[in-house]
């Protein structure tokens, strides 16, 4: 009897420990469905990026609201976006300013002025060299960048920096090999030398 008591809690000992791998399976199979639904979203939003006709579609889109903008250059550093829009307000219904920073969050001097209707732009481009904090604005209409046609600019020598070497490397002292004391001067023989 006893051999049967001790069969009987060894098989329910079995049946927790089968349920508790049950569960845990349930929750690995619960996580790998929600992993592939994001997979599924990210691959989505890449593959909308790279489809040529959704980019197409985008570049349509980001050409006709550049239609719609100008480009603001000499823009004074503490000007804000409600002075730039103020100053344009006359043109039409201003939809959006951008003030382009650098990395550390200041001004870089120029801006980009978006509006509802077309229009408008030919009226921005009538307050060109008007002044706003006392400097003039110079105002054109914005280009549409195309992708990929970033010209390559090889680096150009710098007259200051003197000659650079092309080789790996080379010293950019040469040092006599008889320390740093007073170099003995040897002098060419007369027929030889130019100087003489």
Same mark, same amino acid.
Request: charged share 30%; glycine share 6%; net charge neutral.
């Given at each position: 009897?006893?051999?049967?008591?001790?069969?009987?809690?060894?098989?329910?000992?079995?049946?927790? *420990?089968?349920?508790?791998?049950?569960?845990?399976?349930?929750?690995?199979?619960?996580?790998?469905?929600?992993?592939?639904?994001?997979?599924?979203?990210?691959?989505?939003?890449?593959?909308?990026?790279?489809?040529?006709?959704?980019?197409?579609?985008?570049?349509?889109?980001?050409?006709?609201?550049?239609?719609?903008?100008?480009?603001?250059?000499?823009?004074?550093?503490?000007?804000?976006?409600?002075?730039?829009?103020?100053?344009?307000?006359?043109?039409?219904?201003?939809?959006?300013?951008?003030?382009?920073?650098?990395? #550390?969050?200041?001004?870089?001097?120029?801006?980009?002025? *978006?509006?509802?209707?077309? *229009?408008?732009?030919?009226?921005?481009?009538?307050?060109? *060299?008007?002044?706003?904090?006392?400097?003039?604005?110079?105002?054109?209409?914005?280009?549409?960048?195309?992708?990929?046609?970033?010209?390559?600019?090889?680096?150009?020598?710098?007259?200051?920096?003197? #000659?650079?070497?092309?080789?790996?490397?080379?010293?950019?002292?040469?040092?006599?090999?008889?320390?740093?004391?007073?170099?003995?001067?040897?002098?060419?023989?007369?027929?030889?030398?130019?100087?003489?």
């Amino acid at each position: 009897m006893d051999s049967d008591a001790d069969m009987a809690g060894a098989d329910d000992g079995a049946v927790m *420990e089968l349920d508790d791998m049950k569960k845990r399976l349930k929750e690995m199979e619960d996580e790998a469905a929600a992993l592939r639904e994001m997979q599924a979203k990210v691959e989505k939003e890449m593959g909308s990026v790279q489809d040529p006709a959704a980019a197409a579609a985008s570049q349509a889109n980001r050409e006709e609201v550049d239609s719609r903008s100008v480009f603001v250059g000499n823009v004074d550093y503490s000007c804000t976006p409600e002075e730039v829009q103020q100053h344009f307000q006359s043109c039409g219904t201003v939809n959006r300013v951008t003030i382009r920073t650098n990395k #550390y969050g200041q001004p870089k001097g120029y801006a980009y002025v *978006e509006f509802l209707e077309p *229009e408008a732009v030919q009226e921005a481009l009538l307050l060109n *060299e008007s002044e706003l904090h006392g400097r003039q604005l110079k105002i054109s209409a914005k280009r549409t960048n195309v992708p990929g046609m970033k010209v390559f600019r090889p680096p150009r020598p710098n007259p200051y920096m003197g #000659y650079r070497p092309r080789s790996k490397y080379m010293p950019t002292y040469f040092y006599p090999p008889y320390g740093y004391g007073k170099v003995p001067r040897f002098r060419m023989p007369m027929r030889y030398s130019p100087y003489y």
